[in-house]
């Protein structure tokens, strides 16, 4: 029985994860289930005229995916179910409202707006987002909301779990907690999966998916279930009904993103945050400045690597059962600008935002609703309050709006910056050194140490760039189009690259501070975090303990270096070996496949750790 109940039931300690022997001894036994389903409805299909594989298929797969939620998060696969339920019904009703004759009210006004769609549709459009977003904003920002009206009223409300209560038979003593509210994983993922899908029957994008089991499949999938990609129902309801492919080359590529994955999530996130990050960030005071900023530095590496990796796996993973996830991550620190990160980092989130919020919000047309004549100002606006509202997405903490608004900060500026002139741009930045150069001198304080030193680091990138310009004009003195212009381009964008991933690893300190923590107390111990941090990167370094922190710690900084190395790489080269690989024979793959887990495996931590965005 023990043995029944370690298999079959949610242990919250030991959630399944892609990085457990069990998964993948789970994962086996579903792809020799699943391989039987489509041999055995080829057989029938050929002796009955009909197809019954994708359906036998679909119906094996949803029920596996349910069964992988509830080990990963035990009763809140109730709430999956439920939104499946809603989110299906409700765009079935939208449909037919706008299939139907326009109707008119008694008056002969006609019940359609001007936009053309029916009242009632909004209504269950209103409903749906209503429900979903109810739902979200209660697990996720109950304790932050609730703090927030605590701090301004001066009141002392606690919050309630409404569905512990009413499992507990109505009753706030019994097997479920009432006063702890806790946040179901992936819920952020499936909730605006399900949304994307509604809205887009709303749009006349899609048609509602006839059968209620194909659609719980598209919300449940499990390789993509708790952390994403978040997949837009156009992008996959089509694959439901095509035919199973898995050609060999495409067999060798999803088993190298599996591997890369795994090497990914194993050998650097997990090592990089056991062996230093974790301890920095849980007492950055015991640490030196140098050690803090190089944790900071990792801490992006390792981010990075968490997500990314679970993408690949998760990619890896369905494309053995014929089906493709979208691409989630371009190498995104090889940006050269805020704007270009946010479009390589997170994309299908980057493409949800801008579906669903930046665009609704009036994208470069308009304002709260209100036309403008300067798109500029109306873009910049909207991409701001989508940055922020993305940044509360990630976490119920002011840490994580303070990243958002930082990011939305970092890509007007970069837009405002990039129209200007260069003459323009010099003597701002020379203002601006000017400005920490007084704050540094007269407050000394560590925040203004950090920012005088960025700042110089700034102010020698522009003069630099601004004296290539000045040989630019002078006709005589040209270089564009010569080995030379293209020598200089190269440093160029290399420098551009090192100032956005120092900035972006920056706003990396508040999201990191605002991660893994009680949401009861999670403002207050990030904001401490955060701020001890600062302090220690900002003030007096000991240079003697950097040449110490490089020896004890060399196998932390070679991972760093050589993580950082193959991120940037160039593009040719990642899909050369990455075709080499798929083009090898089937022994050959299986070899290394063997000599690779091998390796990852003497990686592996006591304690396995969780994939960062499970909490999200």
């Not at 990609?229 to 999803?254: D, H, M, T, W």
């Not at 990039?418 to 701002?428: C, Q, T």
């Not at 100032?499 to 009680?518: A, E, K, P, W, Y």
């Not at 003030?539 to 490089?550: E, K, Q, T, V, Y």
Request: net charge positive; aromatic share 18%.
């Amino acid at each position: 029985m023990d043995f029944l109940h370690h298999i079959f039931g949610f242990n919250s300690e030991s959630p399944l994860l892609f990085t457990q022997f069990y998964f993948w001894a789970f994962f086996a036994l579903v792809y020799a289930v699943f391989a039987i389903i489509m041999e055995v409805g080829a057989q029938n299909a050929q002796a009955k005229g009909i197809n019954t594989r994708l359906h036998l298929r679909n119906i094996f797969l949803m029920a596996v995916s349910w069964f992988f939620y509830y080990k990963t998060s035990g009763l809140f696969l109730l709430i999956l179910i439920i939104v499946t339920i809603s989110d299906w019904l409700i765009a079935k009703r939208i449909y037919a409202c706008q299939s139907s004759p326009i109707s008119h009210s008694p008056n002969g006004a006609s019940n359609s707006p001007q936009s053309g769609r029916p009242i009632a549709a909004k209504m269950w459009l209103a409903l749906s987002v209503v429900i979903d977003l109810g739902l979200l904003c209660y697990f996720k920002y109950a304790y932050f909301f609730t703090n927030v009206v605590n701090d301004l009223l001066g009141t002392e409300f606690a919050v309630f779990d409404i569905f512990a209560y009413i499992g507990n038979g109505f009753s706030e003593s019994g097997r479920f907690m009432v006063d702890k509210i806790i946040l179901p994983v992936g819920i952020s993922f499936y909730l605006f999966q399900v949304m994307s899908y509604t809205i887009d029957v709303y749009r006349g994008l899609v048609k509602p998916v006839r059968n209620i089991l194909d659609f719980g499949f598209y919300v449940s999938f499990f390789p993509g279930l708790v952390a994403g990609p978040i997949v837009r129902a156009n992008e996959f309801i089509p694959q439901l009904y095509k035919p199973f492919c898995l050609s060999r080359r495409l067999f060798g590529l999803a088993v190298f993103w599996i591997l890369n994955g795994l090497i990914k999530k194993i050998v650097l996130s997990d090592y990089l945050a056991v062996n230093l990050i974790d301890r920095v960030f849980e007492n950055p005071l015991l640490f030196s400045g140098f050690e803090n900023l190089f944790a900071l530095f990792a801490y992006s590496l390792q981010v990075y690597a968490d997500f990314s990796g679970y993408t690949d796996i998760a990619i890896g993973i369905a494309m053995l059962m014929g089906f493709y996830l979208p691409q989630n991550f371009d190498s995104p620190y090889k940006s050269r600008n805020p704007q270009e990160f946010w479009r390589r980092w997170h994309m299908s989130l980057s493409r949800w935002l801008k579906s669903y919020l930046y665009i609704p919000l009036g994208g470069n047309r308009s304002i709260m609703g209100k036309p403008v004549k300067n798109k500029i100002a109306a873009g910049n606006f909207n991409s701001f309050i989508t940055m922020l509202l993305g940044g509360l997405w990630h976490g119920a903490s002011w840490n994580f709006v303070i990243w958002g608004a930082l990011n939305g900060v970092g890509m007007i500026v970069y837009k405002v910056w990039a129209k200007m002139n260069w003459n323009i741009k010099m003597l701002l930045m020379t203002l601006l050194m000017g400005s920490l150069w007084v704050a540094y001198a007269l407050l000394s304080a560590p925040i203004w140490n950090l920012f005088f030193v960025w700042g110089i680091a700034l102010w020698i990138g522009t003069f630099v760039r601004y004296i290539y310009w000045w040989i630019e004009r002078i006709g005589h003195f040209a270089i564009s189009g010569t080995p030379r212009a293209k020598i200089i381009g190269w440093i160029s964008g290399g420098w551009a690259v090192v100032q956005t991933f120092v900035f972006i690893t920056f706003t990396r300190l508040f999201f990191r501070s605002g991660s893994n923590l009680d949401p009861a107390t999670a403002n207050q111990e990030a904001w401490e975090t955060a701020k001890n941090m600062v302090n220690q990167i900002g003030g007096a370094w000991n240079s003697s303990i950097i040449p110490d922190f490089l020896w004890e710690y060399r196998y932390v900084v070679i991972l760093f270096v050589l993580g950082m190395v193959v991120h940037w790489l160039p593009n040719r080269v990642k899909r050369w070996y990455r075709i080499r690989f798929c083009q090898l024979p089937i022994w050959a793959i299986i070899l290394i496949t063997v000599v690779a887990i091998i390796g990852v495996y003497q990686f592996v931590t006591a304690d396995l750790q969780a994939f960062i965005y499970f909490q999200f």
